[in-house]
């Protein structure tokens, strides 16, 4: 029972610390400036508007005063190591989603375990999305995007679409495919 409690207890703080991750991205995407006002083009060109941006979470990860640096001020950097949010090179942190639009992936309660990120720039040699690695909280494996909000719909309707990427779930959802 200890022991569970304590797993409780530690989700409970990651999911804290996504949400807060989160909320950083999605203020970052309403700052006026060039990156934003490009992030922002991408995302329209996509045909999403500002009601399924918000739904989703969407936000952007600067390369400068990104998201790591400002949940540094709040958390341990083990942490956001171990939560996916920064890795190690050589006895240097860098942020992982740093120059990406972000999407949150939460689990099947609702709750974030982690990110999609897509590149904004084609840069030779990175790849197009990355995702949060798998961690305590986060099991690609074992997780559907937006289930937690398809469930209901599913069981409904008897009946799933399932398609490949997060933004083919989005571009779905803006489509309104009930």
């Given amino acids: 029972y200890i022991i569970l409690e304590i797993k409780k207890k530690i989700k409970q703080k990651y999911n804290s610390i996504l949400k807060d991750a989160i909320t950083i991205s999605e203020n970052n995407l309403r700052l006026p400036n060039t990156e ?3 992030v922002m083009e991408y995302l329209k060109s996509r045909n999403l508007n500002d009601e399924i941006i918000k739904q989703f979470h969407i936000g952007y990860d600067f390369d400068k005063n990104n998201i790591f640096d400002e949940l540094l001020n709040k958390y341990n950097v083990n942490e956001l190591i171990e939560l996916g949010l920064a890795k190690t090179y050589n006895n240097w942190i860098s942020d992982v989603f740093k120059n990406r639009i972000t999407i949150p ?43 937690h909000r398809a469930k209901d719909f599913a069981r409904k309707k008897h009946r799933c679409i399932l398609v490949e990427g997060a933004m083919d779930v989005i571009a779905l959802e803006k489509a309104d495919i009930h």
């Fill in 36 to 38: 934003t006002t490009k």
């Fill in 105 to 147: 992936i939460f689990d099947e309660n609702g709750n974030p375990v982690g990110f999609t990120a897509r590149i904004i720039t084609n840069k030779e040699g990175a790849p197009k999305y990355i995702n949060t690695s798998q961690t305590k909280i986060y099991e690609k494996s074992n997780l559907v995007f937006n289930y």
